[in-house]
C-alpha cells in the first residue's frame, strides 16, 4: 500500500503519474528530451546513466525498468547490465562511458561531489559539453524520480520478467504521451 | 568558471538553462505547477519546502533564490527563514508544515527514509493526500535541481541582496517562459 490513496493497481512511478497528471506531463516531457531525443549519446547509452544511477539509490522500480530498456536498446543480456551496475570498471563499455557513470556516480551522492578530474578525464576521453550536461541532468532526474518513486511508498513487481517484457513496447511507446495506465 | 562552456554572466541554474533551453523548458514547467499553481499550499509554503531541500543539500544558489522568493510571499525577513532552515522546530509555523518539512527532510536523504510515521503524522494534523504527493515531488525535484546547479560547478553571486532584490519580479514573472538571460 502507496502512503497516499494512489489509482489501484500501478506499479512505480505510475501511480503519481495518475494520480497528478499536471506534474506528470512534465516529468515525461523531460524524460523524452533527456533520454529518447536525437543525442549523440545512443538511447542505450543514456538509458545505462539512468539505470546506475537507480541502482546506486536502490530504486528497485527504476532500476529495472530503465534497466530493462537499456538492455533492449543495446541488444545484450542482463548480465552485462548487472555488470555496469556493479562492476561498472570490469563492463565492456568504452572507456568515455565510464568516465560519465563516474560523473553521475559523483552527481547521486551530491552536485560538489564532480570534480574538475572527473570532468577533465571525460573531456579528453571524447565527451562534449553537451554530453557531461546531459549526464549531469540525466544522473540529477533520476535522483528526483527514484526519491518520488520511493517516497511515496509505491510497490513494484518482484520479477524481471515483467520489465523485461515491457521493453519492447514501451520504447517504442516513449515518454512524451505516455498513459500510466497502459 | 563552470565545468563546461556554458553563456557567460548567468549565474546558478541560469547558465546551465540558457545553455540547454530543451530540457530548460520542462524543468521550469514544472517547478510553475509545483512551485507557483493553484494549490491548498501556499506559494511561500512551496518555496519553503523548496529553500529547506536546497539548505540541506548546500546548494547556495538555489537556497538563496528560493528562500528570498519565500520571504517575499510570506512577507517575513531572513531571519524567519534562517530559523526554518536551520531550527526548524523553533520557526513559527504549524504543525502540519512542521510535519511536511520532516518528510521533505527524508526525501533528501533518500525516498526510502520516508516512514508511515511520518505520514500519519502529517494527515493527522490536517495534510491532504495531494499536499504529501507535492511536497515528496517538490523536495525530490529540488534533489535534482540543486545537483544540476552544482554538479556542473556554476558560479552564484555572494551577497543576499541580489537574491532578495530580484524576488519581487521573479515572483511575478513566475517559472513558465522563463528567461535565463533576464
Same mark, same amino acid.
Given at each position: 500500500?502507496?502512503?497516499?490513496n494512489?489509482?489501484?493497481?500501478?506499479?512505480?512511478?505510475?501511480?503519481?503519474?495518475?494520480?497528478?497528471?499536471?506534474?506528470? =506531463?512534465? %516529468?515525461?516531457?523531460? *524524460? #523524452?528530451v533527456?533520454?529518447?531525443?536525437?543525442?549523440?549519446? &545512443?538511447?542505450?547509452?543514456? /538509458?545505462?546513466?539512468a539505470?546506475?544511477?537507480?541502482?546506486?539509490?536502490?530504486?528497485?522500480?527504476?532500476?529495472?525498468?530503465?534497466?530493462?530498456?537499456?538492455?533492449?536498446?543495446?541488444?545484450?543480456?542482463?548480465?552485462?547490465?548487472?555488470?555496469?551496475?556493479?562492476?561498472?570498471?570490469?563492463?565492456l563499455?568504452?572507456?568515455?562511458? =565510464?568516465? %560519465?557513470?563516474?560523473? *553521475? #556516480?559523483?552527481?547521486?551522492?551530491?552536485?560538489?561531489?564532480? &570534480?574538475?578530474?572527473?570532468? /577533465?578525464?571525460?573531456?579528453?576521453?571524447?565527451?562534449?559539453?553537451?554530453?557531461?550536461?546531459?549526464t549531469?541532468?540525466?544522473?540529477?532526474?533520476f535522483?528526483?524520480?527514484?526519491?518520488?518513486?520511493?517516497?511515496?511508498?509505491?510497490?513494484?513487481?518482484?520479477?524481471?520478467?515483467?520489465?523485461?517484457?515491457?521493453?519492447?513496447?514501451?520504447a517504442?511507446?516513449?515518454?512524451?504521451?505516455?498513459?500510466?495506465?497502459?
Amino acid at each position: 500500500m502507496a502512503y497516499i490513496n494512489l489509482p489501484e493497481g500501478l506499479p512505480g512511478i505510475r501511480g503519481p503519474m495518475a494520480f497528478r497528471p499536471d506534474t506528470a =506531463k512534465h %516529468l515525461n516531457d523531460l *524524460a #523524452e528530451v533527456l533520454l529518447r531525443a536525437d543525442n549523440t549519446l &545512443t538511447r542505450g547509452e543514456r /538509458e545505462l546513466i539512468a539505470t546506475y544511477v537507480s541502482y546506486l539509490n536502490d530504486c528497485f522500480f527504476c532500476q529495472n525498468a530503465h534497466g530493462a530498456l537499456a538492455q533492449h536498446y543495446l541488444e545484450c543480456n542482463m548480465k552485462f547490465i548487472d555488470t555496469v551496475k556493479e562492476n561498472t570498471n570490469d563492463a565492456l563499455i568504452s572507456p568515455k562511458m =565510464k568516465a %560519465l557513470l563516474s560523473i *553521475a #556516480e559523483s552527481v547521486q551522492k551530491g552536485g560538489k561531489q564532480v &570534480t574538475p578530474l572527473q570532468i /577533465e578525464t571525460a573531456k579528453l576521453l571524447g565527451a562534449t559539453d553537451m554530453e557531461i550536461h546531459d549526464t549531469v541532468l540525466i544522473a540529477a532526474a533520476f535522483c528526483m524520480f527514484n526519491r518520488y518513486v520511493d517516497g511515496l511508498g509505491t510497490w513494484a513487481p518482484k520479477e524481471r520478467e515483467f520489465y523485461i517484457n515491457r521493453a519492447k513496447s514501451r520504447a517504442e511507446e516513449g515518454y512524451a504521451n505516455y498513459n500510466p495506465y497502459h
